[in-house]
């Protein structure tokens, strides 16, 4: 069974900074992909960063050199480094992980970002 565990979540000032983690239950070496999506309320589910399994990494136009997704294969981690936060950030955000035929999600964390 896959599973995927976010932490790290929780209320910032704009301006500020979260780093986000996510524990998987497989050895992510072997994973396609790994990476972060978010959603907001009345908005759909979009991607923020995703790095594959050779290291190779891609952002959404919208956070590109504020966040930086990274990867611990001795430790099945992710990681998603959130700097220089913007109101526009606050989203659920959910770990995601490709492995053929199918899409394995996290239950996702809270990011607010707020004054």
């Known amino acids: 069974q896959v599973q995927l565990v976010e932490s790290g979540g929780g209320l910032v000032q704009p301006g500020g900074s979260l780093r986000l983690s996510c524990a998987a239950s497989?050895?992510?070496?072997?994973?396609?992909?790994m990476g972060w999506y978010r959603q907001a309320p009345g908005k759909q589910r979009e991607l923020v960063a995703v790095i594959t399994s050779d290291g190779i990494t891609n952002y959404a136009d919208s956070v590109k050199g504020r966040f930086t997704i990274s990867r611990d294969n001795v430790n099945n981690m992710v990681y998603l480094q959130m700097n220089n936060l913007k109101s526009e950030d606050t989203a659920v955000y959910y770990c995601?992980?490709?492995?053929?035929?199918?899409?394995?999600w996290g239950q996702g964390t809270q990011v607010t970002v707020s004054s």
């Open positions: 497989v050895r992510i070496f072997t994973v396609y992909a």
């Open positions: 995601n992980g490709y492995i053929s035929p199918r899409d394995y």
